[in-house]
């Protein structure tokens, strides 16, 4: 029957939401003389409805176990890194894994008050090239932070190489480690478990300040401040070399607070919070 | 447990409780992922970091949606990013190169050589499995994304660059496609096994949307 093509679309659109009215009343005149439709639309209706059936393939079964794997180590909620994973963010890419394998590491998973898994003692007497560390062995160094505050005086620059590499050292945190609470608010940023928003600005990394530190003004617009809808918070807009010095700069502010969470994305834009 | 205990258990770190999540849609979530891949070994890690950013998300997950509602969506979501990624960096490169010899859109694994694929399955979802694989690719990923990760023509028109009038009609010819395999697959008939045909009657669609 002539015309049946557009019939055809509005039976497929039919099976995901209402047509228009208009639409609704002529595809049901043209079903009533079609046959050829009636029977699409009967057919279409079962494909539909087979969807709701197993689709294979069945996932492999090392999928579960491999999943566990990294949630054992990985604690719920947007990636959390302290200062010194914030050096790294300017590398780009190759920084981003370093701060993902630190995540992985347990490094970030230490909770208030709980000695650190692996000791600065273990990390510093790594003859260089060397990229293991064994759990548990030794005191926690007297730089980790003991509070669950992200304090950006308490990591020192010097632990870096060390720290990226223990980064590939995995599972070295027992299962029962709760996650560390974040201190700042992270209200004005979003994660929905795969994008990292700001107002709707997917970012790769957000900071969260507790107050702009001193000298900001060198490295951002401060008049280019922009306000969260929601939670009424002041955000900057910035590179990741921007952050990097912003954080540079918290770190040497005693009372600056500091919080950063970063995703995988790679827009190369990031944010700013002041926490309110 | 109901799905929202486990949820809920999940939110507060519980992994065994998660572990069951994973189990429950650990199957669709491959089977979506591995389509939109066209490829088996990528479509587990895709599975795998859709997971894991679930586990990652779960603090912010409202339960507006149903976890598995809520999951389909994010391995969409991935897989849409991993093809945006793929696509990037084929444009960036010349041509193909020694090290990279993959193609930007490789054809899909033959599923049916894997032992796997025999494992059982409603007839009816066999007989799809089957007829997607034999779709063309941008036809098996738009109908995959609408009925496997339940986007909204919308966000499939974002996902995939496409105004929602073409959304729309590729979505029916995709169906036209497959529906047309599944007629010429000689182990398939539309035939009424299924009680659900002669229920049918006009007007009792309800969108899904
Ligand atoms: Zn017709």
């Known amino acids: 029957m002539e015309g049946c093509e557009q019939y055809a679309e509005w039976i497929s659109a039919r099976l995901d939401g209402p047509l228009s009215p208009e639409e609704e009343r002529a595809l049901n005149a043209h079903l009533a003389q079609c046959p050829d439709c009636q029977a699409l639309e009967k057919d279409l209706k079962t494909l539909h409805e087979a969807f709701s059936e197993p689709i294979g393939p069945p996932a492999p079964p090392e999928l579960l176990p491999g999943v566990m794997e990294r949630v054992r180590q990985t604690a719920p909620g947007p990636r959390r890194v302290r200062r010194y994973q914030v050096r790294t963010l300017a590398g780009l890419a190759a920084c981003l894994a370093i701060c993902f394998g630190l995540y992985h590491s347990g490094w970030l998973r230490v909770p208030p008050g709980t000695a650190a898994p692996q000791s600065a003692d273990s990390v510093e007497g790594l003859p260089d090239g060397v990229t293991t560390a064994p759990p548990d062995s030794g005191p926690a160094p007297e730089e980790m932070p003991e509070s669950k505050q992200i304090s950006p005086a308490s990591a020192s620059n010097s632990d870096l190489p060390a720290y990226i590499d223990s980064a590939s050292v995995d599972g070295t945190v027992a299962d029962d480690v709760e996650p560390p609470e974040a201190t700042l608010s992270l209200r004005a940023a979003q994660f929905d478990g795969a994008s990292l928003t700001v107002s709707g600005h997917e970012v790769d990394a957000v900071c969260t300040l507790s107050q702009l530190p001193q000298g900001a003004e060198e490295i951002l617009q401060i008049d280019a401040a922009l306000q969260a809808a929601e939670t009424e918070q002041v955000y900057y807009l910035v590179s990741r070399e921007q952050l990097d010095a912003l954080m540079d700069l918290a770190q040497a502010q005693e009372d600056v607070e500091a919080e950063l969470a970063v995703s995988e994305s790679e827009t190369g834009l990031c944010a700013v919070v002041l926490q309110n | ?209």
């Open chain 2, 1 to 209: 447990m109901t799905e929202q205990e486990l949820v809920e258990k999940s939110k507060q770190g519980d992994q065994e409780a998660f572990e069951q999540l994973v189990r429950d849609n650990q199957n669709r979530v491959y089977a979506l992922t591995a389509r939109m891949a066209g490829d088996r070994e990528e479509g587990a890690d895709l599975a795998q970091e859709a997971f894991l950013r679930a586990w990652q998300g779960l603090p912010a997950f409202q339960g507006g949606s149903s976890f598995s509602t809520w999951i389909y969506r994010l391995a969409a979501n991935v897989c849409i990013d991993y093809l945006r990624r793929r696509r990037r960096r084929w444009a960036v490169e010349s041509g193909p190169s020694l090290d990279d010899s993959e193609e930007a859109w490789p054809e899909p694994a033959d599923w049916k050589q894997d032992p796997q694929y025999r494992l059982e399955q409603a007839e009816l979802g066999r007989a799809v499995s089957r007829g997607l694989d034999a779709l063309p690719e941008y036809q098996r990923r738009i109908l995959v994304l609408r009925e496997l990760a339940g986007l909204s023509y919308q966000e499939i028109g974002q996902a995939l660059d496409l105004d929602i009038g073409t959304v729309k009609s590729r979505i029916a010819r995709a169906r036209l496609a497959l529906r047309k395999i599944l007629l010429e697959d000689g182990n398939f008939s539309f035939a009424p096994p299924s009680k659900k045909t002669n229920e049918k009657k006009k007007g009792e669609h309800h969108g899904r949307l």
